[in-house]
């Protein structure tokens, strides 16, 4: 799987067997199960091109009764490959807001967005601190953001898109993670996922001027620069990286993704390269090592 890293800094572990997935380094050494699927249903779909890619989700172009099965197997297919099951499960419905979600054991198996319960819906983030629940988002280029507490045996997973990120759904989540579980973001972790990196991101004026609203203009200019040809760039998995740190979590304790879905369409789905087939899984179960 060759993928263009942004650095040469690893921060992640490429599984090839079965369905081919990133894992965070971070992560896998405190022993919590986590992952970041990509278009690829196969390794050896890799070497070919032209087939068609994993479908992790319901598009809303897709007749239900057909990918609905689809999608549940391909995501447990996934799960398994954590020692987890689509049985353990609860997923984001990706609606931009920095809605964040306490789920329990009564929150999980729901098998389509329809299903769910009406209080998991809207919701971009989740935390748990029920062990071996597996959380799912989805995502284009829209990074995921992976929080784990071993102390309290807690995590949560969000989709920080544009509009999630401008709300700061990162510090939410941490949040209540430290009202309902009394955890300490001092000796919390968190990975940020795949997404677009900011050469991709070009986005409009009245961007820029909502990020210099709600966060200031000195932390709007380091997240959004003018690039030449003059439209303003957004970089949001820096803008995840700040918002972590102010939550409180130790910079040492944070890794960010050096993979660009856009600049890796050939390996992921893509909003701004057009390939909206599907989207990735970004995936954590509540398991710690010790
Ligand atoms: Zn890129």
Redesign the pocket.
Known sequence: MKISY?NRNRVFNIHTENIPYLSFDMLDNLGVPNLYSTRFVSYDDLKETGKEGLRVVVMKTDDINEAAPVVRANRDRLARQLSSSISRECFTDQKHTNNVYVVTDNDIGASRFEEKPARIRSVDGLITDKRDVLLTAFGGDCPPVYIADPTKKAVGLLHSGRQGTLNRISSVAVALMKERFGCDPGVMYAAIGPG??A???EIGDEVYDSFAAEWGVKEADRILKRYPGGKYHLDLREACLMTLIKAGIPADHIVISNV????NADIFYSYRAHRMENEQAAMIVNRFRN
Not at 260 to 263: A, E, K, L, P, Q
């Open positions: 942004s677009i990196c050469d991709c991101y660009c879905t856009r600049c």
